[in-house]
């Protein structure tokens, strides 16, 4: 065999093996913790709730029209509800899946397996909402 082929078909071993583990990590943190990361739904509920009182309070105690400063609170308020909204959906989807019974669409729990599958699937998302 050649060293190239030899060295291709290494490459290929390495990938697999780090996927492997990445999957295995959050299999057992999805286990153990119910979740891919203990407390960020509640944290990105947290979030999302201060945000709209934000909102809301800088425009009821400017009373007139809104300075630059609470007009760029407010954009900022209202970045972070959008973003923890987003994160709230992103984190749904990889709990729970929708299945038709009986003629009804209902939500069920996913397996740790597949909740950690799409936690791999949904990575790319978490971490763009993540640079927000």
């Known amino acids: 065999m050649e060293p190239l082929s030899c060295l291709a078909i290494a490459g290929a071993v390495m ?12 299999y057992r943190k999805i286990k ?26 800088v425009a009821k105690t ?13 954009d900022v308020a ?7 909204k987003a994160l709230m959906d992103v984190m749904k989807n990889i709990k729970w899946k929708t299945v038709k019974k009986k003629g009804t669409m209902t939500l069920e729990e996913r397996d740790p397996l597949s909740q950690a599958w799409e936690a791999r699937r ?11």
């Open 78 to 84: 209202k970045k972070c509800l959008g973003c923890s």
């Open 15 to 26: 990938q697999v093996i780090t996927f492997s583990n990445e999957m295995i990590v959050l």
């Open 62 to 74: 400017s009373g007139g029209p809104l300075t630059e400063d609470d007009v760029a609170l407010q």
């Open 32 to 57: 153990k913790n119910g979740s891919i990361d203990d407390g960020l739904e509640e944290k990105s509920g947290q979030i999302a709730t201060n945000a709209g009182l934000i909102q809301d309070n």
């Open 122 to 132: 949904y990575k790319s998302e978490i971490e763009k909402l993540d640079r927000t």
